[in-house]
């Protein structure tokens, strides 16, 4: 930190977390990150398949796996779905291989893409119905606007900077609470109109990124103006 000329962020969660670690870094910070979606729109999927849930790099503790497994086992109760997972595992194989089979044993198909490229991820985000990410800590939670840029509504934690970045507030929860995140995940895949998808999504989500583009200009023009 000590070497670095500029620092850069895209959410005030993740300034604040960081200046938490970093306080000298206080006078360097600033922001230039504008995020550009590329993709529009979703996959064409048959009425007669059940919701796709998916979950990408949540093979780590970190990324409550393990949260993710009690939550999906309430779920599975009240609703048909299937899962894709995207990512290599942080944890140890059979660790990983354990957790995907008692997802599996609650009578969810689970398809694993260890080694998915970015193709095959922007194709999983145009099939999916929801996005299922309750991580405890996220820097910036980048597979939120991921999703969220083809219109893909998202349940997230409601901590850190995940909050700040799903665009539907009415599905984050406790990363703990996983009856919390259940009946999130349940509303999501029930597509009332009270949840934000598609075109509406992806329009929030310009919005949003546009008015952060702004402030980070206005910031950087501020501080050029006083330096000078």
């Known amino acids: ?23 000298q870094a206080l006078s360097r910070t600033t922001v230039d990150i504008p995020f550009r979606p590329q993709f529009s729109g979703t996959e064409a999927k048959q009425a007669s398949e059940p919701p796709q849930v998916l979950l990408v790099n949540a093979l780590d503790p970190r990324k409550n796996i393990d949260g993710i497994g009690k939550a999906l086992t309430s779920t599975a109760n009240r609703q048909d779905m299937v899962l894709a997972v995207v990512g290599r595992e942080r944890m140890p194989l059979s660790q990983a ?37 309750p991580s405890y800590y996220e820097g910036l939670g980048l597979p939120i606007l991921q999703a969220q840029a083809r219109g893909l ?17 009415t599905l984050c929860a406790p990363p703990g609470d996983s009856s919390a995140i259940a009946d999130m995940l349940c509303l999501a895949l029930k597509k009332g109109e009270h949840v934000l998808r598609g075109g509406d999504l992806r329009a929030a989500q310009a919005t949003f990124l546009a008015s952060r583009s702004a402030g980070a200009r206005a910031l950087v023009l501020d501080r050029n103006s006083i330096a000078t």
């Open 153 to 169: 509504p998202v349940v997230s934690s409601d901590t850190s900077s995940c909050v700040e970045v799903n665009l539907n507030p």
């Open 97 to 133: 291989l354990d957790n995907l089979k008692a997802i599996s044993d609650l009578g969810i198909a689970v398809k694993w893409y260890r080694h998915a490229s970015d193709e095959v991820l922007q194709w999983l985000y145009g099939g999916a119905d929801v996005l299922l990410f």
């Open 1 to 23: 930190v000590s070497n670095a000329a500029r620092i850069l962020w895209i959410s005030e969660a993740t300034r604040q977390d960081f200046l938490r670690f970093y306080p």
